[in-house]
């Protein structure tokens, strides 16, 4: 778990939230960008799959925006040493960050995306304070040390691979047997993803 965790984080053992004594496969920022990436992503399943949905409106893209700067803010202010962070900041930012993207990247899976009667992501606030309201339970509970050690660390890599997944699926659009895209999508972002933990090993020897 660990090593697949190395593609996409620096695993500093310091930023990184310790459950029974031992950290997790990725560092608080990472674990709560992809909560955030979870509780969107089930929201939008459960609710959405069967509508007719598009990228949200200038005003809630603005909105979401938003809610992403304060992870690069942290981050940026951070690494340049301007002022110290600390592991629920970047659990909390991480959420923030991670909770919004879903909202841009989902709509895009749909065939119906482009259609005139399609309707915006985010019709009501419910679309947006359901994922957050799931999201900051979801990390409290992380932080809290509730769930197991082994268990958090798959959900996480298992949202880390789904993601991956349906970003690679819109790459290879054009493929219309569903069954066989998926399939593709995440043999594609294994394949990825272990590239990157191996060349990251690499580095580090």
Request: charged residues 10%; glycine residues 6%; proline residues 4%.
């Amino acid at each position: 778990m660990h090593f697949l965790g190395r593609a996409i984080c620096h695993q500093l053992e310091e930023r990184s939230l310790l459950v029974s004594e031992k950290p997790l496969s990725v560092c608080a920022r990472c674990t709560g960008i992809y909560i955030g990436i979870l509780s969107t992503c089930l929201y939008l399943y459960i609710v959405k799959r069967k509508s007719s949905i598009t990228i949200p409106t200038i005003k809630m893209s603005f909105f979401l925006l938003l809610l992403m700067l304060p992870l690069i803010i942290d981050g940026l202010g951070s690494y340049a040493h301007l002022f110290n962070s600390h592991n629920v900041r970047r659990l909390i930012t991480g959420i923030c960050f991670g909770l919004a993207l879903p909202f841009f990247i989902y709509p895009l899976l749909s065939e119906k995306s482009l259609q005139q009667n399609s309707v915006p992501v985010i019709r009501r606030n419910l679309d947006i304070l359901t994922p957050i309201l799931l999201s900051l339970i979801i990390g409290g509970l992380v932080y809290a040390g509730l769930f197991p050690y082994v268990i958090i660390n798959i959900l996480i890599l298992l949202t880390i691979i789904m993601w991956f997944s349906l970003l690679a699926s819109l790459l290879i659009k054009t493929i219309r047997i569903q069954k066989g895209k998926w399939v593709l999508s995440v043999l594609s972002s294994l394949i990825f993803l272990l590239i990157l933990s191996t060349l990251h090993q690499i580095t580090i020897s």
